[in-house]
């Protein structure tokens, strides 16, 4: 330091963790669901542009997806959010034993919507390379699926480490409790892309 | 969990209770060298490759992040050369078409991506956590995968051109020409694939600024005590954040439109070659205020330091930046006047383009205030500051101009719109950033550049620069096309490019004076004070160069100028953790302390993530199995660089 200094406060009472917008960690996830968001407003945009040009949507002589697979993965991935919303609540009662025993269940539900999510690229009656139509309904299929899959896999990493005697440490449980407010961004994405998918071609 | 365990969990809680309370901080009892001797072991880098290849100290990554950059600019400037020999006389035979194409594109690609937002991100990375007053970046980890990942994007580029796979196609690389239909081969995806490197590292960088800008600030350091550049760069980042999946989106699209076959931009399939350029401009106009808005930040942080007085109508500027970040995604339709719109689309982009230039307008308003109000030294980077005015304002007005359809669709495509951006870009961009560069050389080396070289170089650069761009306004006015490898003569354009290629000389004899003066001065230059042009902000209050761990202690802050108005002894605050990294967090308005933050340690596994990365995107120009078999290793190397190297539980927490 150029000048001397003049002692004030001393802070070794401060925490060395909190939950919510005290958080570091936090702020980057809301950094990176802005980012995502973002990526899928853009391709939203793209959508209505291109569907701006048809006479029909889908375009003539192409069938709507089938409702089937996609409304079953709707309804599993609003399910997921019951044992979401527990863990979330277990981070911050500091409960790690019942953290132990909720994210199977939720790894568990991540496995069957990817899987779901496979038989639905089969049922979306058109391919990527057909029309312009078939290449946004894809793209925006593709991207939330590579959505899920980077969140299902941060979550089976994270559910290893809480196996761990450091799961018992503070931080951890914040990034439990982040890792749940994330998840919670991936279904709500879903909600408009279900729609835009389904129900946007049947109008 | 049986009672067993339980005792076994409280006992480690009553052994990690007391080893915390022997947990050295600093404070009374810990200060001076002793404190310096064990604050640099715990924060210098490791020995060897793997601790030069692992570092995590922003320090370092702004260091790379500069130098890389400067020789991008560099290589970029070499391309415009050769670009200007060929068009110094008419029917010059330098180079043919096809190599001239590869040569703009590269040189505005390179100029774009891998220099100007890449440095403003490098300054910012090195200098915002001294300014705020801490000891490392939010997320240092992701900072140092952000270099690696800009470094490896402009290998890519310059590898391809090397091997004559270079993109052809101009750096907006509008479709269809740059579709599979119009550019087969290997060209386009390079470039696009370039894309995606940057864009990835750019995203990452923003939101380590951010997050350091709004929770890493010294306590007092409220948003209305904010540094200029700070503000600057808050906005900046949170611009890339809202730009850049953009141009990510409509890369992408392009890659899988060449790869897999997709038809996003093929008008047979009633894709719309028009959507690339919206989604492009989206991004492409805020990319011209992500390098811009930094510089004003520069011009605030020498203003105020050569004028000994604070910046005129702080809270103006402040508002300044942050409506222009927000307008410029309100002009990205200008670029696209002569593609055809409704009338009332002209209309709103010419309205919004011209009152973008209110609040810049306010912005030199202020400047020109203080200058007036303060007592200005007219050293090196204040030298920069007042050409980077009379530059910008010509810049500006040509703006203007243009912003007007009738003007723009007589003008678009011409050497007039080539000489309006590089006055804005050079003027308003390049000045500042040479004159900041010459301003906080001292803090980053330690000793000061050579006045006397930095004065001729700033003339010839001043000089050469109105020499190189005033008279390709004419040439536009006279109807010379851009990205045309050459004109015929006696249409009244020869003496212009003459001028402006004796000119573009000038300006390459002035950056190497600039790169000359700063290796001489780093070997030989007079040895720099801590606060050597005596400034307000807290970078200087810590000594040049920093040490590895920013400050002893962590300072506290009063006022916007605290260098200044501190006249007695710095006042800090005590606490923090020794023996481990830690650095403090404050809340985002009032900059209260709040948590004790473990910083986390110097990782290769960035490094390991950035290359398995790399060769996902690289391969993934060749096949989409790039995706799954290059997705898996750079999904395994991320869980390594999550994964603590110690599963025993600490007495308060380390990232290792």
Redesign the interface.
């Known amino acids: 330091?150029?000048?001397?200094?003049?002692?004030?406060?001393?802070?070794?009472?401060?925490?060395?963790?909190?939950f919510g917008?005290?958080?570091?960690t936090w702020?980057?996830i809301i950094?990176?669901m802005?980012?995502?968001g973002?990526?899928f407003a853009?391709?939203f945009a793209?959508y209505f542009?291109?569907m701006g040009?048809?006479q029909g949507w889908p375009?003539e002589g192409w069938a709507a997806p089938d409702l089937l697979w996609g409304s079953l993965f709707t309804i599993i991935i609003l399910l997921s959010e019951i044992p979401n919303t527990m863990i979330k609540r277990a981070a911050h009662a500091y409960d790690v034993?019942a953290i132990r025993r909720l994210m199977p269940m939720i790894v568990a539900a991540g496995a069957v919507l990817l899987i779901i999510r496979g038989v639905e690229f089969n049922a979306l009656n058109v391919r990527?390379?057909?029309?312009?139509?078939?290449?946004?309904i894809?793209?925006l299929l593709l991207l939330h699926t590579i959505h899920i899959l980077?969140d299902w896999?941060d979550t089976i990493?994270l559910w290893a480490?809480m196996m761990?005697?450091?799961g018992?440490?503070?931080?951890r449980l914040v990034d439990t409790d982040e890792n749940a407010l994330y998840w919670r961004y991936v279904w709500l994405l879903w909600i408009p892309i279900y729609l835009m998918i389904y129900w946007v071609p049947r109008l | 969990m049986n009672p067993e365990e339980l005792e076994d969990l409280r006992e480690e809680n009553e052994r990690l209770e007391a080893e915390r309370a022997r947990i050295a901080r600093d404070g009374h009892h810990l200060n001076g060298a002793e404190l310096h001797a064990r604050l640099d072991r715990t924060w210098r880098r490791q020995p060897g490759l793997i601790g030069w290849l692992a570092t995590v100290d922003h320090k370092e990554i702004g260091r790379r992040y500069i130098v890389t950059a400067l020789i991008f600019l560099a290589l970029g400037g070499v391309l415009s050369l050769i670009m200007r020999l060929q068009l110094a006389r008419p029917d010059g035979h330098v180079v043919g078409a096809a190599r001239y194409n590869e040569l703009f594109t590269m040189h505005g690609s390179t100029m774009m991506f891998l220099f100007a937002v890449p440095i403003m991100e490098g300054v910012a990375v090195y200098i915002i956590p001294l300014m705020v007053g801490t000891r490392s970046t939010a997320f240092p980890r992701l900072n140092s995968y952000s270099y690696y990942m800009y470094l490896f994007g402009g290998l890519m580029l310059w590898v391809a051109f090397a091997f004559n796979i270079a993109p052809d196609i101009g750096w907006f690389a509008y479709t269809p020409l740059s579709g599979p239909q119009f550019s087969p081969g290997k060209r386009a995806d390079i470039w696009a694939q370039m894309i995606t490197f940057t864009e990835v590292s750019a995203l990452a960088a923003a939101v380590v600024l951010v997050c350091t800008i709004l929770k890493a600030r010294a306590p007092g350091m409220t948003l209305s005590r904010m540094p200029l550049f700070a503000w600057a760069m808050l906005v900046v980042a949170l611009m890339i954040i809202f730009a850049m999946p953009s141009i990510a989106l409509c890369s992408g699209m392009l890659i899988s439109d060449r790869l897999v076959g997709t038809q996003f931009y093929n008008h047979y399939e009633h894709g719309d070659a028009l959507l690339w350029q919206h989604l492009f401009w989206f991004f492409g106009h805020p990319e011209v205020y992500i390098i811009f808005l930094p510089a004003t930040g520069f011009v605030s942080v020498i203003t105020e330091a050569f004028c000994r007085r604070p910046i005129f109508a702080y809270p103006v500027v402040v508002l300044a930046i942050i409506s222009t970040g927000i307008l410029a995604f309100g002009l990205w339709v200008h670029h696209m006047f002569a593609t055809g719109l409704p009338r009332v689309g002209y209309s709103f982009y010419t309205a919004a383009s011209m009152t973008v230039a209110i609040p810049t307008g306010l912005q030199i308003f202020c400047w020109l205030a203080t200058m007036w109000d303060g007592r200005p030294r007219f050293q090196v980077p204040m030298l920069y500051v007042v050409g980077f005015i009379v530059t910008f304002v010509i810049g500006g007005l040509s703006g203007v101009i243009i912003a007007a359809v009738p003007l723009d669709l007589q003008l678009h495509d011409t050497y007039f719109i080539v000489a309006h951006f590089h006055y804005v870009l050079i003027g308003g961009a390049v000045f500042p950033l040479l004159g900041i560069l010459t301003y906080w050389f001292p803090k980053i080396t330690g000793r000061m550049m050579s006045e006397t070289l930095g004065k001729i170089g700033f003339w010839i650069l001043f000089l050469g620069f109105q020499l190189t761009f005033f008279p390709m306004h004419f040439a536009g006015l006279l109807g010379m096309p851009r990205r045309v490898y050459t004109y015929p003569a006696g249409m009244g354009l020869e003496l212009p490019n003459l001028l402006s290629t004796i000119g573009a000389f000038a300006v390459a004899t002035a950056v190497l004076l600039f790169v000359i003066n700063g290796v001489v001065s780093y070997f030989r230059g007079a040895l720099a004070t801590d606060n050597p042009w005596d400034a307000s902000s807290l970078e200087w209050a810590t000594s040049s160069p920093p040490p590895s761990y920013n400050f002893e202690h962590i300072p506290v802050v009063a006022s916007r100028t605290p260098l200044w108005d501190e006249k007695g002894d710095l006042p800090v605050v005590t606490g923090l953790r020794v023996d481990d990294k830690e650095t403090l967090l404050t809340t985002v308005v009032a900059a209260i302390p709040d948590v004790r933050e473990p910083v986390p340690e110097a990782s290769i596994w960035p490094f390991v993530a950035a290359c398995a990365t790399g060769v996902f995107f690289v391969s993934s120009i060749f096949s989409p199995w790039a995706v799954p078999f290059g997705g898996i290793p750079t999904a395994i190397a991320m869980a390594a660089w999550f994964w603590p190297s110690s599963l025993k539980r600490t007495a308060e927490p380390v990232i290792a």
């Open positions: 330091m150029i000048r001397p200094v003049r002692f004030t406060d001393d802070l070794a009472h401060l925490p060395t963790h909190k917008p005290s958080s570091l702020w980057g950094g990176y802005v980012v995502e973002g990526f853009l391709a793209a542009f291109l040009h048809e375009p034993q990527w390379n057909d029309n312009a139509y078939g290449s946004i894809w793209a980077t896999g990493v480490l761990t005697p450091v018992y440490e503070g931080r």
